[in-house]
């Protein structure tokens, strides 16, 4: 039996439309005996909204918060009529969701005070209402759809705001709640990001979620591939939003994926390889608005490619952390003294540099770096600086070709290097800029290396398209 298991974000669930377009894409899965097993988001831009509103109530702003709730509420049951012919009881549904919302956040408002817990539970609403209307308009197009609460299959510690999921009790929980479902010929919808701990209290997998829920799904019923369906052809060269040029990488390694993923290229969540690669289950990147795109395959051995890299990530909004002291001069113990500091913090480091009397090190800018500046500063002095930008280069063996860095850093030689990274990885090269020259710099690699692609690796041919496409 073969059991796929189906990712849908956001926009390919944010309207009518295109709910109707990916039932048509579950439903050409089943025409080809496939038993597809479907996650989907919230529809498009509905967790930012959520979290807004969770902040105003906290803040104080009750009636921000109920108004931004009422827009929601209207989306969603306008949603479900336009999809659902006898949509009454889907109409009750929603609107009982959304009325425990409101019991939220008026009790947000009243205390003033907002959790990671409670913003958990505020957000889940987003998943827990999009897939009970996708489920009902697979039913409304003549599937047999059974919707799941994604609660009690993805089990989690608690560590609100960013779950780790329990592999063991995952599979357990999806053998009794999806495998008899698949069994009878059902297609189970579930939604992805919304998990719970063992009481049973709501947690999330983190920001974009949805797509780690696909792969501890996919993982815990060792499906014959893991589909992520999103609003590009796949993994491109660049995000295609700050470089038109980009390209869409046919086939790349797992672990390739994985470090792009991390350094920022925001088409995976960076958890989603892992549980692939535990079964060795294919990934494969989609759009759901190009669905006859063959979009991006992640394996385990991607081919030999003749271009030095296969992608270019960014991620911003870092900051980078310098703590200087001479006094120590390196002496033992010192540096774990630091990384001790952040352990504490449960804030992880992107990179670091050290020198004699100092060292450097890049985390996400987060609300938790005062305190971890006042911590380093008892051993050291210590400054830190936003808006900062990673980029990382990703490729096969970058570590083994010479004159590789020379290339790099001559095609954004206008632009000030913070700090770089290479030889940690065998196919990583990454650096440090100020965020306002990231998508500059992206371009210009991407021109620089992007000229002449492998065409074993890449789209050539929408390459050519999109070369003539201003004169056609
Ligand atoms: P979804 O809602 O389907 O999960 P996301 O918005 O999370 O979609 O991810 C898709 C977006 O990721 C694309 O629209 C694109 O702008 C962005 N992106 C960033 N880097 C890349 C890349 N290297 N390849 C493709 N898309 C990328
Ligand atoms: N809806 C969640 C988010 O916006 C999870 C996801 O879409 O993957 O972060
Ligand atoms: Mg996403």
């Known amino acids: 039996m073969s059991i796929v298991v189906m990712k849908f974000g956001g926009t390919s669930v944010e ?31 509905v967790t930012d909204q959520l979290l807004r509103a969770a902040t105003a109530a906290a803040s104080g702003d009750r009636t921000g918060a109920l108004a931004i709730s009422s827009r929601l509420r209207c989306r969603h049951r306008d949603t479900a009529m336009a ?29 003033l005070e907002l959790t990671p817990r409670i913003s958990d539970l505020v957000s889940s609403y987003g998943e827990r209402i999009s897939s009970r209307i996708v489920a009902a308009a697979f039913r409304e197009r003549g599937m047999d759809a059974a919707h799941v609460d994604a609660r009690d299959v993805i089990v989690t510690d608690s560590q609100f705001g960013r779950a780790i999921p329990q592999d063991s009790i995952i599979e357990k929980r999806a053998a009794e709640n999806l495998r ?23 947690t999330t997998l983190g920001r974009g979620g949805s797509d780690f829920t696909g792969a501890l799904v996919g993982g815990a019923l060792a ?20 470089c038109p040029d980009a390209l869409r990488v046919k086939v790349i390694s797992f672990e390739e ?4 993923a991390y350094f920022g290229a925001k088409v995976l969540h960076p958890a989603t390889i892992l549980p692939a690669v535990k079964k060795n289950i294919p990934v494969l990147v989609l759009n759901s608005k190009n669905p006859s795109c063959e979009g991006t395959r992640i394996i385990s051995l991607a081919p030999h490619c003749k271009s030095p890299f296969k992608s270019i990530a960014v991620k911003k909004k870092l900051s980078i952390i310098d703590v200087v002291a001479s006094r120590m001069l390196m002496t033992h113990g010192y540096l774990s003294e630091i990384f001790a500091i952040f352990d504490k913090h449960q804030c992880p480091v992107d990179m670091v540099s050290t020198s004699e009397v ?29 808006k900062k930008a990673l980029i990382c280069l990703v490729g096969e063996d970058i570590r083994g070709q010479n004159g590789m860095a020379a290339q790099v850093f001559g095609a954004i030689r206008h632009i000030n290097v913070r700090m770089i990274s290479q030889g940690a990885s065998e196919i990583n090269m990454s650096f440090m800029i100020e965020e306002e020259d990231a998508d500059e710099a992206v371009r210009s690699l991407h021109a620089a290396f992007f000229q002449n692609p492998d065409p074993l690796v890449f789209d050539v041919e929408a390459h050519k398209t999109q070369l003539v496409a201003p004169n056609s």
């Open 358 to 386: 100092s060292v450097s090190l890049t985390v996400d800018s987060n609300d938790k770096l005062p305190l971890i500046a006042a911590d380093l500063g008892k051993l050291a002095d210590v400054k830190y600086e936003g």
């Open 257 to 260: 994926a994985a470090e792009l």
């Open 15 to 45: 309207d009518p439309a295109a709910i109707t377009r990916t039932a048509g894409i579950v439903a050409g899965r089943l025409a080809l005996g496939k038993r597809p097993v479907v996650v989907v988001s919230a529809l498009a831009k």
């Open 83 to 111: 999809l659902v012919k006898d949509s009454a009881e889907l109409v009750t549904l929603i609107d009982q969701k959304f009325d425990s919302l409101d019991e939220v956040l008026r009790g947000l408002a009243a205390i």
């Open 223 to 242: 499906a014959s591939a893991i589909e992520i369906w999103t609003d590009v052809d796949g993994i491109m060269t660049c995000d295609p939003r700050v």
């Open 180 to 202: 008899p479902l698949i069994d009878q010929g059902k297609v189970p919808v579930m939604g992805g990001f919304i998990a719970s701990n063992e009481d049973g209290i709501t």
